[in-house]
């Protein structure tokens, strides 16, 4: 089986995490492509767009509630490191990795290409040209369908929580909030958002972490293991792929920091699921 | 030539809207830019919601008559008082007035409800446009000034604003259509699905006076406009012209009316369900099309696809407080949360550092100012909404905060 790994040409650490936990299960992987970083342009006018968007992005909702969250600015997913003498998880910003992408696969010969855009002909091209059989995400945007298409077995990514209830954006803590057990779900892609068939659900313990950034570090290496486990699988042919039903969940978005704060709160508390009560239609108040 | 024509337009633009004045001009720059100042972004509500209420006061205090100016034009400075939107604003002084625990609000909202009785019609019925114009008379003005004179009924208890309401309520009625539409006074004399927020004002009215024909009339509306709505949440005719994408600004108002008169009808009729459910359909296309753009475009198509590169902050206002009471009704938190979002990008409008009061504190029709909803102004019905929006999300922030233990 042909595993090619499908990522940003820059989000270092995350795919690293993924293709040592490939490792880890014997797996080899045939290739990496990977989105190539845009190109700084110096024109006027694309001065002029991107002091817009600085604008913009500093005062959008999405980037105002990015700013109080675990992800930093430059995108970097905030990283649990060790325990404290309290036994409590310390965190700290994720340093940049001790190796790149490129010679990580450069040391272990995995064929690597990139491309400007990971929906583009050049992308198909480049997953054609190593013959994939598994396509899996490592943290990308929506995939259109002309890439889906190309795997001979199937696309899968992880998500930060139990599907199909909890689609999106932010889902971890969108599962605190609204009550419900925290885990990861290992899925096959379609053209939806997180509406693939369901390979593998695991639960994950969030009481020892006493906030989102602890959380998130913690679920974030459970994930890419969850991944690697259940790739072995599907190349054992150990897995049954459980169809989602459409209605069954909903789409969720980056949480604002008001609520966020909502999510920290019983993190510091020690959470424990409740039961999941949201979306009742009732009588307004009078 | 043609480009000598399009300076000489620019040129025109920028002495029509007074450039010239630094406090213009400032306007001009940050929306050029898209500025907006770093510190006001964060602000908390109280303060975002006590300039909005002091450019309210200012545009009473703009004309003598006790009304609300219309608007701030940066080209002609205040405008006359409107009938319409001095209607709504009373119940948004009347709750400020409850919240701050200040006199003056309600003061200023009797003063405001004793002057629409000054410009009613002797058929009851409420002019349209601002009183400069003498206009002929409009349902949906004259469901807006009702509610403001329903409010005053139950604020103060005095007969005289009952009777206007009741007068006012009257007229609704008799010039409904037979299908339920109305055409007849309309705008551009054709039927609207925004005259939503006209049943609902006449459901105020049956539930303080239990006069059948006001519940039916509402009800006969809503069904024709539920007849109008397509399985995407869309309304058909949603808008001011046939031949346009309606504006936010008017979407929202038809997803207000239907959510209140259905949340006033359940009790009795639980099938008016059917009216909040309508509005949770639209308004959760709406909440889709915002998170996955974050950003509220001004106008949209049939499709819910956006058609606007300007936002009409009016029309974002009414949708956070939209979906503010529908969380209230269905608690499902991705309403709160984009409501959250939404405010946010809408305080990070306002400027509360200008020298200017007919700008300071007051919300713009569109981002950029020149955008098409209500371009180059500060509308009164703006700030109302934008106050509405805060004093709604301030409740429910301090409800959870305190159920949380959040201090």
């Known amino acids: ?286 | 030539m043609h480009a000598l024509r399009t300076k000489a337009k620019q040129l025109r633009d920028l002495v029509q809207y007074r450039v010239y004045r630094p406090s213009h001009l400032r306007i001009g720059l940050q929306d050029l830019f898209d500025w907006r100042a770093p510190a006001m972004a964060v602000q908390s509500n109280s303060i975002h919601l006590q300039a909005a209420m002091n450019w309210l006061c200012q545009a009473q205090d703009a004309n003598d008559d006790g009304g609300v100016s219309a608007r701030y034009r940066l080209s002609k400075g205040w405008a006359a008082s409107y009938p319409e939107t001095t209607g709504y604003i009373i119940p948004t002084f009347f709750n400020y007035s409850g919240i701050s625990k200040d006199e003056q609000y309600r003061q200023r909202a009797i003063r405001m409800a004793d002057w629409l009785l000054s410009v009613q019609h002797d058929d009851g019925a409420f002019p349209g446009h601002d009183v400069s114009k003498n206009s002929a008379p409009r349902v949906f003005n004259t469901g807006q000034a009702l509610l403001g004179l329903i409010r005053a009924f139950r604020e103060t208890g005095k007969e005289i604003y009952l009777q206007a309401s009741l007068h006012a309520g009257d007229w609704l009625a008799s010039v409904q259509d037979a299908d339920g539409a109305w055409t007849k006074f309309a705008y551009y004399n054709r039927s609207h699905a925004y005259y939503t927020a006209v049943d609902w004002p006449l459901l105020e009215l049956f539930v303080i006076t239990p006069k059948k024909v006001y519940r039916d009339t509402a009800i006969k509306h809503l069904d024709w406009v539920l007849s109008h709505q397509l399985p995407n949440g869309w309304f058909d005719r949603g808008g001011f012209k046939n031949d346009e994408a309606p504006f936010l600004h008017t979407i929202a108002y038809t997803v207000n009316g239907l959510l209140e008169s259905g949340g006033l009808l359940q009790p009795q009729q639980p099938a008016a369900n059917i009216y909040v459910q309508a509005a949770l359909r639209a308004a959760e296309a709406l909440l889709h099309r915002f998170e996955i753009r974050d950003f509220m475009a001004g106008q949209f198509d049939r499709n819910w696809k956006a058609i606007a590169t300007y936002s009409c902050l009016t029309g974002n206002v009414q949708t956070t407080f939209n979906w503010l009471r529908l969380y209230e009704f269905t608690q499902d938190p991705r309403l709160l949360n984009g409501a959250l979002k939404l405010n946010d990008y809408v305080k990070s409008t306002q400027d509360l550092r200008s020298s200017n009061p007919g700008i300071r504190g007051g919300i713009k029709g569109s981002q950029p100012i020149w955008g098409r909803y209500i371009h180059y102004s500060y509308p009164n019905w703006a700030a109302k909404f934008f106050v509405d929006a805060l004093m709604r999300e301030d409740k429910l922030m301090h409800a959870l905060y305190q159920r949380e233990g959040i201090v």
């Open chain 1, 1 to 286: 089986m042909n595993i090619v790994v499908l990522c940003k040409s820059w989000n270092h650490k995350k795919v690293l995490e993924i293709l040592e936990a490939l490792r880890q299960q014997e797996l080899r992987v045939r290739g990496i492509v990977a989105l190539a970083k845009p190109s700084e342009k110096n024109t006027v006018s694309d001065l002029v767009r991107k002091m817009r968007a600085r604008g913009r992005q500093r005062f959008s909702a999405n980037g105002a509630a990015s700013l109080n969250g675990a992800i930093s600015a430059n995108g970097l997913v905030l990283q649990a490191t060790k325990l404290s003498s309290n036994g409590q998880l310390r965190v700290a910003q994720n340093h940049q990795p001790r190796m790149t992408i490129a010679e990580y696969a450069g040391r272990h010969q995995i064929e690597m290409a990139t491309a400007p855009d990971l929906n583009s002909a050049a992308c198909v091209a480049a997953l054609e040209k190593m013959s994939t059989d598994i396509l899996l995400l490592g943290g990308v945007p929506i995939i259109r369908a002309n890439v889906l298409a190309v795997p001979k077995v199937c696309t899968l990514n992880v998500h930060m929580a139990l599907l199909p209830k909890f689609r999106g954006m932010n889902v971890a803590e969108w599962s605190i909030y609204c009550g419900a057990p925290v885990g990861v779900t290992v899925h096959q892609v379609d053209p939806g958002v997180d509406t693939g068939a369901i390979l593998f659900r695991e639960t994950i313990e969030v009481a020892d972490c006493p906030n989102i950034a602890a959380m998130r570090a913690k679920m974030s290496t459970e994930q890419h293991l969850a991944l690697a486990k259940c790739t072995r699988w599907l190349v054992e042919e150990k897995l049954v792929p459980a169809p989602q039903k459409k209605e069954a969940g909903k789409q969720f978005y980056i949480l604002h920091p008001k609520l966020k704060k909502v999510v920290e709160q019983r993190l510091a508390k020690g959470y424990k699921a409740e039961s999941f009560t949201f979306a009742r239609m009732e009588l307004p108040p009078q």
